[in-house]
């Protein structure tokens, strides 16, 4: 660790004022005051003189960046529970031990789910607008009726953490829960979450009223969503992704709900985040689909969490020891 006594840690965006306070207790720390993303060239500098590094998910860290790393560079600690932002194949061929944040941001981000599964079908956004604009006349047995969400099919794409939080809140909603995994859940939590397991997705997405978007975006999940798997949903169902915008083919999505062979979407994620389609405002403009930006873990609490674990992680792996949080290429 080049002649210093601590650690130093390069902390690429602003992080809560909690967490910056006692990172820079235990380590020599830089970190972003002004919150601006970095460049890839100001990566490349922060990679070539830091012991750690702690990007985010808008950080590109692939096999370039890392190619210019120095050897002191051991422990990339992502703030943030997805790590398709760094080639963790690359890190680790180079000894480098890559962590997230996974669990604290599950509870949040499945909220987010539920808000936009009620808010698409039931119109809130549009009921919004249409008090803003002052354009209420009253109440009317037949104006702005939306889907009830009671008794219909959901179909989980990825029943992990989320997935799973994501069920049990829609349970209580009254919904019939669905899901679509890698592996088939052990028979008591399936049970537990009366979800009916569908080994081929192709047959789930066809007979789903909502379908949500789950899983994490790897090789193997981008456009998962693809323009033929599309096709195949109802053409009154609607989607909801607050996972990552690659896994849905979202041009595609976006001529589909334009052409009214879908009925909407929610989407809390872009496949070229910040850029969001024009296409996509001006279904939102229409009422068909709902979009945020990138909000689904964005709790006081919850960034406060991950930035402990993020602190965990370092300082477990500076002690000498597995950071409990580690990303092994297997996992991915
Ligand atoms: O999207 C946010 C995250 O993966 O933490």
Known sequence: MANRKKPLVVVTRKLPDSV???MRELFETRLNVDDRPLSQAELAAAVKEADVIVPTVTDKIDAALLSQAGPQLRLIAQFGNGVDNIDVAS?????????NTPGVLTEDTADMTMALILAVPRRLAEGFEVLEHGEWGGWSPTWMLGKRIHGKRLGIVGMGRIGQALARRAAAFGMQIHYHNRRRLPEKLEQGLDATYWESLDQMLARMDIVSVNCPHTPATYHLLSARRL?????????VNTARGEIIDEVALTRMIEAGELAGAGLDVFEHEPAVNPRLLKLAKAGKVVLLPHMGSATVEGRVDMGDKVIVNIKTFMDGHKPPDRVLPSML
């Not at 890190?91 to 962590?99: D, E, F, L, N, W």
């Not at 096709?231 to 989607?239: H, N, R, T, V």
Request: aromatic share 4%; hydrophobic share 40%; net charge positive.
């Open 20 to 22: 910056e306070t006692r």
């Open 91 to 99: 890190a680790v061929q180079r000894g480098i031990t890559v962590t």
């Open 231 to 239: 096709k195949l949903l109802k053409k009154d169902a609607y989607i």
